[in-house]
């Protein structure tokens, strides 16, 4: 049974830094899944920004935080994190961690992810 448990969320002022983790059980990370971190866009839908394939360790950024955000995973720990710099009041939102198994290419589509943490708020203000 997979489990995904976020922590890190909180408050932080524009330009500051949030690092956010999601400890992971379940999923062997030496095999091909996607661990990604979610939040809904302004279109309303929820669409994963940062991604991991976790044999690869090939990232995927949407392009709103690609060069302020880095994900990265810690085998050992069986984390995912999330590297949260220069934020914007817009990136203002509640967080998941999602994993998507057995899969060679992470797709930024919330369908194609099984697993879902209960999510973590963040809150940028100016």
């Known amino acids: 049974q997979i489990e995904l448990a976020e922590s890190g969320g909180g408050s932080a002022p524009v330009g500051g830094s949030l690092t956010l983790a999601c400890v992971v059980s379940?999923?062997?990370?030496?095999?091909?899944?996607?661990l990604g971190w979610f939040r809904e866009m302004p279109n309303g839908l929820r669409w994963g920004v940062a991604l991991?394939?976790?044999?690869?360790?090939?990232?995927t950024y949407d392009r709103s935080v690609e060069g302020r955000f880095t994900i990265a995973q810690d085998i050992g720990k069986r984390t995912v994190y999330l590297q949260m710099d220069s934020l914007k009041v817009e990136d203002t939102e509640v967080y998941y961690c999602?994993?998507?198994?057995?899969?060679?290419?992470?797709?930024?589509?919330?369908?194609?992810?099984?697993?879902w943490g209960h999510g973590t708020q963040v809150t940028v203000s100016s």
């Open positions: 379940g999923i062997d990370f030496t095999e091909d899944n996607c």
């Open positions: 991991i394939h976790t044999s690869s360790r090939k990232t």
């Open positions: 999602a994993s998507d198994t057995r899969t060679s290419w992470c797709s930024p589509s919330r369908y194609y992810y099984e697993t």
